[in-house]
């Protein structure tokens, strides 16, 4: 525990450009927001968290895990001085500084997860692959979802949003930082290379000669199953949806054109998962 008096102060130069993503992406970090969060990534086995700058009330609610971790650094500064570090005024009380994982090839994720779960109901059996999502809460909100859901990893094409941009990770409720993840430059190759494993990949789509997504739950349970998504605005690109095994929809109201990305997601995870997954607020949150 550092207690530091000046803005100015050098150990504090890390955390000046939390505002700047392409600068913190090029360093290698990222950055982790408010007492929940920042909790979830010291908490992590995976992720590696470099430094924490946190307001003295803030410091109460993690010093648990801090306590666990001596050789993280932890600079305690007033509400001023954090305001005028990260150059506005931050509410929350706390930010951290994340190592960001090594690059790692979305094949390896499926065999290391299949891995990672052997002993597990599921055995790697669900993802969810997203093309040219760019919203930053759209891919977050996703994230919670899979989350929420017992989804094994997410792929996500080249064209999406950082899942550990700072808001993408906030509205995540740090779902991206426990989630495995891996970003597919073949694309949509990797969907047929899927296909080829015995994966059946469900593209989602408004397309009104999609069955409708509740036909296809008898057959996703004894799959499987991949829930593909794409732009917020455009849906998946023709190549994409014709590298997928199968073409869902959801049934709406009359006049209604579509819904929400994430809230898509949830719905189609929930309808082809629901015979495998049961939740208990007991279950621990996956590190």
């Known amino acids: 525990m550092i207690r530091l008096e000046s803005a100015n102060d050098t150990r504090l130069a890390g955390f000046q450009h939390v505002g700047d993503p392409e600068l913190m992406t090029r360093d290698g ?63 929350r009380g706390c930010l951290a500084l994340g190592v960001r994982p090594p690059a790692r090839h979305w094949s390896s994720l499926i065999d290391s997860r299949r891995a990672e779960a052997s002993a597990s109901a599921f055995g790697a059996r669900r993802l969810v692959i997203l093309e040219r999502i760019g919203n930053v809460d759209n891919v977050g909100a996703i994230f919670r979802n899979a989350a929420a859901f017992g989804v094994d990893g997410v792929l996500l094409q080249k064209d999406c949003a950082d899942p550990l941009y700072r808001k993408s990770i906030r509205t995540s409720m740090a779902a991206s930082l426990s989630l495995p993840y891996a970003w597919v430059e073949a694309w949509p190759a990797a969907l047929a290379d899927l296909a080829e494993m015995g994966w059946m990949t469900v593209a989602l789509t408004l397309s009104p000669t999609a069955r409708e997504l509740s036909s296809l739950a008898d057959a996703a349970s004894e799959r499987k199953i991949a829930v593909v998504l794409g732009h917020e605005g455009e849906g998946l690109t023709p190549e994409a949806l014709a590298s997928c095994t199968h073409q869902a929809r959801i049934p709406m109201a009359a006049g209604i054109d579509s819904l929400n990305v994430a809230t898509a997601a949830a719905i189609a995870l929930y309808e082809l998962g629901r015979t495998e997954y049961v939740y208990s607020p007991r279950d621990p949150l996956p590190r």
């Open 29 to 91: 970090l990222f950055v982790a927001e408010g007492r929940m969060v920042v909790r979830r990534l010291l908490d992590s086995r995976r992720l590696e968290t470099r430094a924490v700058l946190a307001t003295p009330a803030a410091l109460e609610s993690i010093r648990d895990l801090l306590d666990a971790r001596p050789a993280v650094p932890v600079y305690v500064v007033s509400q001023d001085v954090m305001d005028t570090v990260t150059g506005f005024h931050f509410h």
